[in-house]
Protein backbone atom coordinates (compact mmCIF):
# COMPACT_ATOMS: atom_id res chain seq x y z
CA UNK A 1 0.00 0.00 0.00
CA UNK A 2 1.17 3.36 -1.11
CA UNK A 3 2.13 5.52 2.34
CA UNK A 4 0.72 9.31 2.34
CA UNK A 5 0.23 12.42 4.60
CA UNK A 6 -3.83 11.20 4.96
CA UNK A 7 -6.46 13.86 5.80
CA UNK A 8 -9.17 12.43 8.10
CA UNK A 9 -13.03 13.43 7.44
CA UNK A 10 -13.83 16.71 9.11
CA UNK A 11 -15.62 16.08 12.08
CA UNK A 12 -18.57 17.80 12.79
CA UNK A 13 -21.38 17.46 15.13
CA UNK A 14 -23.91 14.74 14.94
CA UNK A 15 -27.55 16.27 14.50
CA UNK A 16 -29.72 15.58 17.34
CA UNK A 17 -33.20 14.43 15.93
CA UNK A 18 -36.56 15.78 17.71
CA UNK A 19 -38.98 12.38 18.29
CA UNK A 20 -41.82 15.05 17.91
CA UNK A 21 -44.85 12.93 17.73
CA UNK A 22 -45.56 11.08 14.14
CA UNK A 23 -41.79 11.64 13.29
CA UNK A 24 -40.25 8.55 11.78
CA UNK A 25 -37.58 8.66 14.43
CA UNK A 26 -40.27 8.58 17.01
CA UNK A 27 -42.24 5.32 15.41
CA UNK A 28 -38.89 3.94 15.39
CA UNK A 29 -37.76 3.84 18.95
CA UNK A 30 -40.90 2.92 19.73
CA UNK A 31 -40.61 0.25 17.88
CA UNK A 32 -36.90 -0.69 19.12
CA UNK A 33 -38.23 -0.36 22.93
CA UNK A 34 -41.01 -2.57 22.47
CA UNK A 35 -38.00 -5.47 20.60
CA UNK A 36 -35.74 -5.12 23.25
CA UNK A 37 -38.46 -5.19 25.84
CA UNK A 38 -39.79 -8.11 24.32
CA UNK A 39 -36.69 -10.06 24.59
CA UNK A 40 -34.59 -11.64 27.49
CA UNK A 41 -30.98 -10.70 27.15
CA UNK A 42 -27.86 -13.13 28.25
CA UNK A 43 -24.78 -11.01 28.10
CA UNK A 44 -21.48 -12.22 28.52
CA UNK A 45 -18.06 -11.02 29.59
CA UNK A 46 -16.14 -9.95 26.23
CA UNK A 47 -12.70 -11.23 26.80
CA UNK A 48 -10.46 -11.63 23.66
CA UNK A 49 -12.75 -10.88 21.36
CA UNK A 50 -14.67 -14.01 23.13
CA UNK A 51 -18.17 -14.24 25.23
CA UNK A 52 -17.10 -15.47 28.48
CA UNK A 53 -19.73 -17.13 30.81
CA UNK A 54 -19.96 -17.12 34.38
CA UNK A 55 -21.99 -19.62 36.94
CA UNK A 56 -23.35 -16.23 38.50
CA UNK A 57 -26.33 -14.00 36.44
CA UNK A 58 -27.22 -10.52 37.66
CA UNK A 59 -30.74 -9.95 36.56
CA UNK A 60 -31.08 -6.43 34.60
CA UNK A 61 -33.94 -4.43 35.62
CA UNK A 62 -35.36 -0.83 34.33
CA UNK A 63 -35.39 1.44 37.29
CA UNK A 64 -38.93 2.84 36.01
CA UNK A 65 -40.27 -0.74 35.63
CA UNK A 66 -38.76 -3.16 38.44
CA UNK A 67 -41.51 -5.94 37.51
CA UNK A 68 -39.58 -6.06 34.03
CA UNK A 69 -37.02 -8.23 33.54
CA UNK A 70 -34.70 -7.22 30.84
CA UNK A 71 -32.45 -10.25 31.05
CA UNK A 72 -29.03 -11.13 32.95
CA UNK A 73 -25.75 -10.04 32.99
CA UNK A 74 -22.53 -13.03 34.27
CA UNK A 75 -20.66 -11.95 37.09
CA UNK A 76 -17.03 -12.63 36.67
CA UNK A 77 -13.80 -13.26 39.29
CA UNK A 78 -10.71 -11.60 39.62
CA UNK A 79 -9.47 -14.63 37.15
CA UNK A 80 -11.76 -12.46 34.72
CA UNK A 81 -10.08 -10.06 35.17
CA UNK A 82 -6.22 -11.37 34.91
CA UNK A 83 -7.58 -12.84 31.73
CA UNK A 84 -8.73 -9.39 30.50
CA UNK A 85 -5.17 -7.97 31.06
CA UNK A 86 -3.56 -11.22 29.55
CA UNK A 87 -6.17 -10.11 26.06
CA UNK A 88 -4.94 -6.88 26.38
CA UNK A 89 -1.33 -7.24 26.49
CA UNK A 90 -1.76 -10.20 23.62
CA UNK A 91 -3.16 -7.85 20.66
CA UNK A 92 -1.26 -4.94 21.96
CA UNK A 93 1.78 -5.30 19.78
CA UNK A 94 -0.17 -5.66 16.47
CA UNK A 95 -2.88 -2.84 17.85
CA UNK A 96 -0.33 -0.48 18.45
CA UNK A 97 1.74 -1.06 14.75
CA UNK A 98 -1.32 -0.83 12.68
CA UNK A 99 -0.94 2.54 10.86
CA UNK A 100 -2.94 4.78 12.49
CA UNK A 101 -5.19 5.71 9.59
CA UNK A 102 -6.21 2.02 10.08
CA UNK A 103 -7.46 2.55 13.56
CA UNK A 104 -9.18 6.14 12.69
CA UNK A 105 -11.08 4.00 9.85
CA UNK A 106 -12.08 1.65 12.78
CA UNK A 107 -13.81 4.02 14.78
CA UNK A 108 -15.33 6.53 12.22
CA UNK A 109 -16.94 3.38 11.11
CA UNK A 110 -18.41 2.58 14.24
CA UNK A 111 -19.53 6.54 14.33
CA UNK A 112 -21.34 6.04 11.63
CA UNK A 113 -22.68 2.72 12.68
CA UNK A 114 -23.91 4.28 16.07
CA UNK A 115 -25.42 7.38 14.10
CA UNK A 116 -27.20 4.95 11.52
CA UNK A 117 -28.22 1.33 11.78
CA UNK A 118 -27.59 1.20 15.44
CA UNK A 119 -29.16 4.49 16.50
CA UNK A 120 -32.48 3.31 18.08
CA UNK A 121 -30.87 0.01 19.74
CA UNK A 122 -28.26 1.99 21.66
CA UNK A 123 -31.18 4.78 22.09
CA UNK A 124 -33.89 2.49 23.25
CA UNK A 125 -30.45 0.42 25.68
CA UNK A 126 -29.85 3.42 27.30
CA UNK A 127 -34.03 4.12 27.69
CA UNK A 128 -34.57 0.89 29.29
CA UNK A 129 -31.33 0.30 31.21
CA UNK A 130 -30.65 3.63 32.88
CA UNK A 131 -34.32 5.42 32.08
CA UNK A 132 -33.09 8.18 30.05
CA UNK A 133 -36.03 10.17 28.19
CA UNK A 134 -35.80 9.42 24.37
CA UNK A 135 -34.33 13.58 24.00
CA UNK A 136 -31.72 13.19 26.35
CA UNK A 137 -30.69 9.04 24.85
CA UNK A 138 -30.38 10.60 21.70
CA UNK A 139 -28.39 13.47 22.63
CA UNK A 140 -26.09 11.23 24.97
CA UNK A 141 -26.04 7.51 23.05
CA UNK A 142 -26.48 8.24 19.33
CA UNK A 143 -25.44 11.79 19.12
CA UNK A 144 -22.25 12.43 22.08
CA UNK A 145 -20.91 9.44 21.25
CA UNK A 146 -20.83 9.41 17.32
CA UNK A 147 -19.26 13.21 18.24
CA UNK A 148 -16.60 11.16 20.80
CA UNK A 149 -15.24 8.98 18.08
CA UNK A 150 -15.60 11.43 15.07
CA UNK A 151 -13.45 14.37 17.18
CA UNK A 152 -11.36 11.76 18.91
CA UNK A 153 -9.84 10.78 15.05
CA UNK A 154 -9.87 14.17 13.92
CA UNK A 155 -7.65 14.95 17.40
CA UNK A 156 -5.54 12.19 16.97
CA UNK A 157 -4.71 13.04 13.43
CA UNK A 158 -4.12 16.64 14.90
CA UNK A 159 -1.45 15.25 17.53
CA UNK A 160 0.41 13.23 14.59
CA UNK A 161 0.72 16.59 12.94
CA UNK A 162 2.58 18.62 16.15
CA UNK A 163 6.12 18.31 15.56
CA UNK A 164 9.54 19.85 16.37
CA UNK A 165 11.17 22.63 14.63
CA UNK A 166 14.99 21.62 12.53
CA UNK A 167 17.94 23.42 11.78
CA UNK A 168 19.99 22.75 8.86
CA UNK A 169 21.43 19.49 8.59
CA UNK A 170 19.23 17.79 11.13
CA UNK A 171 15.74 16.31 10.95
CA UNK A 172 13.71 16.13 14.37
CA UNK A 173 10.27 14.56 14.69
CA UNK A 174 8.18 12.95 17.38
CA UNK A 175 6.71 9.39 17.70
CA UNK A 176 3.60 9.82 19.68
CA UNK A 177 3.57 5.93 21.06
CA UNK A 178 1.19 3.99 23.37
CA UNK A 179 2.08 3.49 26.97
CA UNK A 180 3.36 0.56 27.74
CA UNK A 181 1.17 -1.88 29.48
CA UNK A 182 -2.42 -1.57 29.41
CA UNK A 183 -4.72 1.21 30.43
CA UNK A 184 -8.03 0.56 32.64
CA UNK A 185 -10.99 2.20 31.70
CA UNK A 186 -14.00 2.71 34.78
CA UNK A 187 -16.95 4.08 33.18
CA UNK A 188 -20.58 5.67 34.50
CA UNK A 189 -23.96 5.04 34.42
CA UNK A 190 -25.13 8.01 33.60
CA UNK A 191 -23.79 8.78 30.16
CA UNK A 192 -23.36 5.99 27.45
CA UNK A 193 -21.30 8.72 25.47
CA UNK A 194 -18.62 8.69 28.35
CA UNK A 195 -18.61 5.03 28.91
CA UNK A 196 -17.89 4.29 25.23
CA UNK A 197 -15.39 6.99 25.68
CA UNK A 198 -13.53 5.84 28.24
CA UNK A 199 -12.44 2.74 26.72
CA UNK A 200 -11.88 4.49 23.00
CA UNK A 201 -9.72 7.13 23.42
CA UNK A 202 -6.87 5.00 24.92
CA UNK A 203 -7.58 2.54 21.76
CA UNK A 204 -7.13 5.12 19.48
CA UNK A 205 -3.85 6.00 19.79
CA UNK A 206 -2.78 2.57 19.80
CA UNK A 207 -3.65 1.60 23.50
CA UNK A 208 -5.31 -1.90 24.61
CA UNK A 209 -7.97 -1.38 27.42
CA UNK A 210 -9.28 -3.73 29.85
CA UNK A 211 -12.97 -2.38 30.21
CA UNK A 212 -15.55 -2.13 33.16
CA UNK A 213 -18.38 -1.09 33.11
CA UNK A 214 -21.08 0.35 36.00
CA UNK A 215 -23.13 -2.54 36.95
CA UNK A 216 -26.19 -0.55 36.74
CA UNK A 217 -25.50 0.26 32.58
CA UNK A 218 -24.05 -2.89 31.48
CA UNK A 219 -26.90 -3.59 28.65
CA UNK A 220 -25.73 -0.37 26.75
CA UNK A 221 -22.29 -1.26 27.21
CA UNK A 222 -22.77 -4.18 25.28
CA UNK A 223 -24.24 -2.41 22.06
CA UNK A 224 -21.09 -0.59 22.07
CA UNK A 225 -19.20 -3.52 22.14
CA UNK A 226 -21.18 -4.99 19.05
CA UNK A 227 -20.94 -1.76 17.39
CA UNK A 228 -17.14 -1.74 17.80
CA UNK A 229 -16.61 -5.47 16.93
CA UNK A 230 -19.00 -4.64 13.88
CA UNK A 231 -16.79 -1.85 12.77
CA UNK A 232 -13.36 -4.43 12.91
CA UNK A 233 -12.07 -3.52 16.47
CA UNK A 234 -9.46 -6.63 16.48
CA UNK A 235 -9.63 -8.92 19.35
CA UNK A 236 -8.71 -8.15 22.69
CA UNK A 237 -8.22 -4.46 21.66
CA UNK A 238 -10.98 -3.49 24.01
CA UNK A 239 -11.98 -6.30 26.98
CA UNK A 240 -15.50 -5.71 28.90
CA UNK A 241 -15.53 -7.42 32.34
CA UNK A 242 -18.68 -7.59 34.69
CA UNK A 243 -16.58 -8.12 38.28
CA UNK A 244 -16.93 -6.33 41.33
CA UNK A 245 -14.92 -3.30 42.55
CA UNK A 246 -12.60 -4.45 44.93
CA UNK A 247 -12.40 -7.98 42.88
CA UNK A 248 -11.37 -5.44 39.91
CA UNK A 249 -9.13 -3.09 42.01
CA UNK A 250 -6.88 -5.57 43.61
CA UNK A 251 -6.19 -7.53 40.24
CA UNK A 252 -5.60 -4.32 37.95
CA UNK A 253 -3.58 -2.34 40.59
CA UNK A 254 -1.27 -5.00 41.23
CA UNK A 255 -0.28 -5.88 38.04
CA UNK A 256 3.68 -4.16 36.42
CA UNK A 257 1.91 -3.97 33.11
CA UNK A 258 -1.02 -1.54 34.35
CA UNK A 259 -0.25 2.34 32.32
CA UNK A 260 -3.19 4.34 33.10
CA UNK A 261 -6.67 4.67 34.48
CA UNK A 262 -9.45 6.50 32.51
CA UNK A 263 -12.19 7.30 35.18
CA UNK A 264 -15.42 9.01 35.23
CA UNK A 265 -17.10 8.39 38.68
CA UNK A 266 -17.27 9.25 42.18
CA UNK A 267 -14.80 11.47 44.56
CA UNK A 268 -14.60 9.01 47.33
CA UNK A 269 -13.94 6.35 44.75
CA UNK A 270 -11.57 8.48 42.77
CA UNK A 271 -9.28 9.47 45.54
CA UNK A 272 -9.02 5.71 46.73
CA UNK A 273 -7.94 4.79 43.44
CA UNK A 274 -5.26 7.45 43.28
CA UNK A 275 -4.07 6.55 47.17
CA UNK A 276 -3.58 2.72 46.09
CA UNK A 277 -1.75 3.48 42.91
CA UNK A 278 0.72 5.35 44.60
CA UNK A 279 1.19 2.91 47.62
CA UNK A 280 2.04 0.53 44.80
CA UNK A 281 4.03 2.81 42.52
CA UNK A 282 7.60 0.57 42.77
CA UNK A 283 5.29 -2.46 41.26
CA UNK A 284 4.86 -0.84 37.86
CA UNK A 285 6.83 -0.17 34.63
CA UNK A 286 6.27 3.33 34.26
CA UNK A 287 4.14 5.85 36.38
CA UNK A 288 0.53 5.42 35.33
CA UNK A 289 -1.54 7.97 33.77
CA UNK A 290 -4.03 9.21 35.95
CA UNK A 291 -7.36 10.74 34.32
CA UNK A 292 -10.60 11.10 35.57
CA UNK A 293 -13.90 13.44 35.67
CA UNK A 294 -15.47 12.91 39.36
CA UNK A 295 -18.37 15.03 41.00
CA UNK A 296 -19.69 18.25 41.23
CA UNK A 297 -22.06 20.90 43.00
CA UNK A 298 -22.63 22.88 40.35
CA UNK A 299 -24.24 26.17 40.83
CA UNK A 300 -26.46 28.76 38.94
CA UNK A 301 -25.74 32.19 40.04
CA UNK A 302 -28.27 34.61 38.80
CA UNK A 303 -27.59 38.55 39.33
CA UNK A 304 -30.43 40.84 39.61
CA UNK A 305 -30.09 41.82 35.91
CA UNK A 306 -31.02 38.75 35.36
CA UNK A 307 -34.42 38.04 33.06
CA UNK A 308 -36.21 35.70 35.97
CA UNK A 309 -37.44 33.58 32.50
CA UNK A 310 -34.04 32.41 32.01
CA UNK A 311 -33.12 31.67 35.02
CA UNK A 312 -36.10 29.40 36.11
CA UNK A 313 -35.72 27.79 32.94
CA UNK A 314 -31.65 27.46 33.58
CA UNK A 315 -33.07 25.58 37.12
CA UNK A 316 -35.58 23.17 35.31
CA UNK A 317 -33.43 21.89 32.93
CA UNK A 318 -30.43 22.24 34.44
CA UNK A 319 -31.44 20.39 37.94
CA UNK A 320 -33.99 17.87 36.03
CA UNK A 321 -33.11 16.56 32.94
CA UNK A 322 -31.99 12.73 33.69
CA UNK A 323 -33.44 13.34 37.09
CA UNK A 324 -29.90 15.87 37.73
CA UNK A 325 -28.14 12.67 37.66
CA UNK A 326 -25.44 14.10 35.09
CA UNK A 327 -22.02 15.21 36.39
CA UNK A 328 -22.96 18.99 35.24
CA UNK A 329 -26.54 19.21 36.89
CA UNK A 330 -27.29 22.42 39.02
CA UNK A 331 -27.66 21.71 42.28
CA UNK A 332 -27.49 24.73 43.97
CA UNK A 333 -28.67 28.17 43.13
CA UNK A 334 -27.99 31.54 44.39
CA UNK A 335 -31.03 34.31 44.10
CA UNK A 336 -31.40 37.90 44.14
CA UNK A 337 -34.06 39.07 46.70
CA UNK A 338 -35.44 41.26 44.53
CA UNK A 339 -36.03 38.77 41.75
CA UNK A 340 -37.94 35.98 44.34
CA UNK A 341 -40.94 36.69 44.01
CA UNK A 342 -41.12 36.58 40.41
CA UNK A 343 -39.01 33.84 40.28
CA UNK A 344 -41.58 31.35 42.36
CA UNK A 345 -44.08 32.43 39.88
CA UNK A 346 -42.41 31.70 36.63
CA UNK A 347 -40.85 28.47 38.15
CA UNK A 348 -44.12 26.94 39.60
CA UNK A 349 -45.61 27.87 35.77
CA UNK A 350 -42.71 25.52 34.35
CA UNK A 351 -42.67 22.67 37.45
CA UNK A 352 -46.82 21.69 37.20
CA UNK A 353 -45.98 21.00 33.45
CA UNK A 354 -43.55 18.36 34.37
CA UNK A 355 -44.45 14.50 34.09
CA UNK A 356 -42.79 11.98 36.08
CA UNK A 357 -42.73 8.16 34.68
CA UNK A 358 -41.81 5.72 32.78
CA UNK A 359 -39.52 6.59 29.23
CA UNK A 360 -41.69 4.28 27.31
CA UNK A 361 -44.22 7.49 27.83
CA UNK A 362 -42.49 9.90 25.47
CA UNK A 363 -44.35 12.86 27.40
CA UNK A 364 -42.28 12.12 30.69
CA UNK A 365 -40.04 14.97 31.60
CA UNK A 366 -38.78 12.87 34.66
CA UNK A 367 -38.09 9.35 34.63
CA UNK A 368 -36.72 7.41 37.77
CA UNK A 369 -33.10 7.43 39.67
CA UNK A 370 -30.84 4.91 38.74
CA UNK A 371 -31.20 1.81 41.88
CA UNK A 372 -31.94 0.94 44.72
CA UNK A 373 -29.19 3.45 46.54
CA UNK A 374 -29.73 6.05 45.24
CA UNK A 375 -32.77 6.25 45.64
CA UNK A 376 -32.59 5.82 49.44
CA UNK A 377 -30.22 8.40 49.72
CA UNK A 378 -32.31 10.89 48.26
CA UNK A 379 -35.20 10.09 50.25
CA UNK A 380 -32.97 10.59 53.23
CA UNK A 381 -32.04 13.87 52.37
CA UNK A 382 -35.48 14.85 51.42
CA UNK A 383 -36.94 13.95 54.79
CA UNK A 384 -33.97 15.86 56.52
CA UNK A 385 -34.91 18.83 54.80
CA UNK A 386 -38.47 18.35 55.95
CA UNK A 387 -37.59 18.20 59.59
CA UNK A 388 -34.92 20.79 59.84
CA UNK A 389 -35.89 24.64 60.19
CA UNK A 390 -32.96 25.53 58.01
CA UNK A 391 -34.76 24.58 54.63
CA UNK A 392 -37.81 24.59 53.70
CA UNK A 393 -39.30 22.58 50.51
CA UNK A 394 -40.67 24.66 47.75
CA UNK A 395 -42.18 22.16 45.61
CA UNK A 396 -42.04 18.37 45.28
CA UNK A 397 -40.24 16.44 48.23
CA UNK A 398 -42.00 13.30 47.35
CA UNK A 399 -41.17 9.72 45.94
CA UNK A 400 -42.00 6.24 45.77
CA UNK A 401 -40.25 3.04 44.83
CA UNK A 402 -43.17 0.46 44.64
CA UNK A 403 -43.07 0.58 40.57
CA UNK A 404 -39.36 2.25 40.32
CA UNK A 405 -37.44 4.65 41.88
CA UNK A 406 -39.30 7.71 41.47
CA UNK A 407 -38.10 11.35 43.03
CA UNK A 408 -40.29 14.20 41.94
CA UNK A 409 -38.31 17.17 41.05
CA UNK A 410 -37.20 19.10 44.39
CA UNK A 411 -36.56 22.55 45.00
CA UNK A 412 -35.14 23.34 48.78
CA UNK A 413 -35.07 26.88 49.80
CA UNK A 414 -32.10 26.95 52.29
CA UNK A 415 -31.41 29.77 55.31
CA UNK A 416 -28.17 29.15 55.01
CA UNK A 417 -25.29 29.41 52.51
CA UNK A 418 -23.80 26.72 54.28
CA UNK A 419 -26.70 24.40 54.04
CA UNK A 420 -25.68 20.54 53.60
CA UNK A 421 -27.56 20.37 50.40
CA UNK A 422 -25.87 23.48 49.05
CA UNK A 423 -22.34 21.88 49.73
CA UNK A 424 -22.86 17.58 49.15
CA UNK A 425 -23.18 16.11 46.19
CA UNK A 426 -26.69 14.01 45.97
CA UNK A 427 -27.00 13.46 42.30
CA UNK A 428 -30.53 13.24 42.14
CA UNK A 429 -33.38 15.53 41.20
CA UNK A 430 -32.81 18.32 44.14
CA UNK A 431 -31.74 21.81 43.81
CA UNK A 432 -31.35 24.40 46.62
CA UNK A 433 -31.86 27.31 46.32
CA UNK A 434 -29.90 30.52 48.62
CA UNK A 435 -31.90 33.94 48.29
CA UNK A 436 -29.10 36.35 48.63
CA UNK A 437 -29.45 40.24 49.33
CA UNK A 438 -28.89 42.53 45.98
CA UNK A 439 -26.04 44.48 46.70
CA UNK A 440 -23.55 41.47 48.59
CA UNK A 441 -23.11 40.34 44.86
CA UNK A 442 -19.07 40.27 45.16
CA UNK A 443 -19.36 38.33 48.63
CA UNK A 444 -21.96 35.86 47.31
CA UNK A 445 -19.66 35.44 44.50
CA UNK A 446 -16.83 34.68 47.08
CA UNK A 447 -18.97 32.15 48.62
CA UNK A 448 -19.98 30.42 46.14
CA UNK A 449 -16.07 29.81 45.31
CA UNK A 450 -15.15 28.75 48.72
CA UNK A 451 -18.50 26.61 49.55
CA UNK A 452 -17.85 23.39 47.53
CA UNK A 453 -14.56 20.83 47.17
CA UNK A 454 -15.79 20.71 43.38
CA UNK A 455 -15.11 22.59 40.34
CA UNK A 456 -17.15 21.19 37.67
CA UNK A 457 -19.39 23.42 35.85
CA UNK A 458 -21.17 26.74 37.07
CA UNK A 459 -23.46 29.34 35.27
CA UNK A 460 -24.24 33.49 35.45
CA UNK A 461 -27.14 34.76 34.56
CA UNK A 462 -26.95 38.56 33.99
CA UNK A 463 -27.54 41.21 31.47
CA UNK A 464 -24.63 43.84 32.63
CA UNK A 465 -21.90 43.62 30.72
CA UNK A 466 -19.54 45.06 33.71
CA UNK A 467 -20.92 42.48 35.93
CA UNK A 468 -20.28 39.05 33.67
CA UNK A 469 -17.06 40.48 33.34
CA UNK A 470 -16.51 40.91 37.14
CA UNK A 471 -18.11 37.21 38.08
CA UNK A 472 -16.20 35.45 35.29
CA UNK A 473 -13.04 36.72 37.09
CA UNK A 474 -13.45 35.95 40.89
CA UNK A 475 -15.56 32.49 39.58
CA UNK A 476 -12.28 31.49 37.58
CA UNK A 477 -11.32 28.47 39.76
CA UNK A 478 -14.87 27.41 40.74
CA UNK A 479 -15.75 25.53 37.50
CA UNK A 480 -13.80 23.97 34.52
CA UNK A 481 -17.07 24.50 32.24
CA UNK A 482 -18.51 27.89 32.84
CA UNK A 483 -21.41 29.14 31.32
CA UNK A 484 -22.64 32.66 30.79
CA UNK A 485 -26.60 33.10 30.07
CA UNK A 486 -26.89 29.21 29.90
CA UNK A 487 -27.77 26.19 32.59
CA UNK A 488 -24.73 24.48 33.90
CA UNK A 489 -25.21 21.38 31.15
CA UNK A 490 -25.26 20.55 27.73
CA UNK A 491 -21.57 20.56 26.76
CA UNK A 492 -20.76 19.73 23.26
CA UNK A 493 -17.65 17.49 21.80
CA UNK A 494 -15.68 19.64 19.44
CA UNK A 495 -17.74 22.89 21.50
CA UNK A 496 -17.38 22.38 25.14
CA UNK A 497 -14.22 19.66 25.99
CA UNK A 498 -15.40 18.86 29.22
CA UNK A 499 -13.75 18.27 32.61
CA UNK A 500 -13.14 20.17 35.94
CA UNK A 501 -10.36 20.34 38.23
CA UNK A 502 -10.22 20.89 42.42
CA UNK A 503 -12.16 17.86 44.07
CA UNK A 504 -14.04 17.28 40.38
CA UNK A 505 -10.98 15.23 38.56
CA UNK A 506 -7.86 16.04 36.72
CA UNK A 507 -9.47 18.02 34.16
CA UNK A 508 -8.09 16.44 30.89
CA UNK A 509 -11.51 17.83 28.92
CA UNK A 510 -12.54 14.45 27.38
CA UNK A 511 -12.96 14.76 23.58
CA UNK A 512 -9.94 17.11 23.00
CA UNK A 513 -6.28 16.95 22.51
CA UNK A 514 -5.48 17.34 25.75
CA UNK A 515 -7.33 14.14 26.72
CA UNK A 516 -5.87 12.07 23.79
CA UNK A 517 -2.14 13.15 24.41
CA UNK A 518 -2.68 11.95 28.07
CA UNK A 519 -2.36 7.99 26.40
CA UNK A 520 0.64 8.24 24.98
CA UNK A 521 4.28 8.81 25.50
CA UNK A 522 6.29 10.55 23.63
CA UNK A 523 9.51 9.86 21.68
CA UNK A 524 11.40 12.62 20.12
CA UNK A 525 14.13 11.33 17.51
CA UNK A 526 16.81 13.32 16.11
CA UNK A 527 18.22 12.44 12.66
CA UNK A 528 21.80 13.99 11.63
CA UNK A 529 22.46 14.02 7.84
CA UNK A 530 25.99 14.67 8.03
CA UNK A 531 27.52 13.45 11.58
CA UNK A 532 30.75 15.24 13.39
CA UNK A 533 34.10 13.78 12.15
CA UNK A 534 36.09 15.06 15.59
CA UNK A 535 35.39 15.84 19.05
CA UNK A 536 37.01 19.30 18.66
CA UNK A 537 34.57 22.56 18.72
CA UNK A 538 35.90 25.61 17.02
CA UNK A 539 36.11 27.61 20.85
CA UNK A 540 38.94 25.04 22.10
CA UNK A 541 41.35 26.26 19.41
CA UNK A 542 44.05 28.63 20.84
CA UNK A 543 44.30 32.40 19.75
CA UNK A 544 46.04 33.79 16.61
CA UNK A 545 49.78 34.64 17.19
Not at 130 to 151: G, V, W
Not at 373 to 388: G, T, V
Not at 439 to 446: F, K, R, V
Request: charged content about 20%; overall charge negative.
Amino acid sequence: MTDGFYRVPKATNEPVYSYEPGSLERKKLQKALYQLRSELVDLPMIIGGKSVYSEERVQIRPPHDLDHLLGYYHQGSKQDVQLAIDAALDAKSCWENMPWHHRASIFLKAADLISGPYRYKINAATMLGQSKNALQAEIDSACELSDFLRFGVQCMSEIYTMQPNSSKGIWNYNEFRPLEGFVFALTPFNFTAIAGNLPAAPAMMGNTVVWKASKTAIYSAHVVMEVFKKAGLPEGVINLVHCSGPDTADVVFNSPDFAGIHFTGSTEVFQSIWKTIGNNITKYRSYPRIVGETGGKDFIFAAPSACPIDVATAIVRGAFEYQGQKCSAASRAYIPRSMWETLQIEIAKQIKDIKVGPVEDFTNFVNAVIDQSSFDKLAFSIDRIKEDEDAEIFCGGTYNDQKGYFVDPTIVVAMKPDYFSMQEELFGPIITLYIYEDDSIDEIASLIDKTSMYALTGAILSNDRYEIDRLVKALRHSAGNFYINDKPTGAVVGQQPFGGGRGSGTNDKAGSVFNLLRWTSIRTIKETFVPATHFMYPNFKPDFE
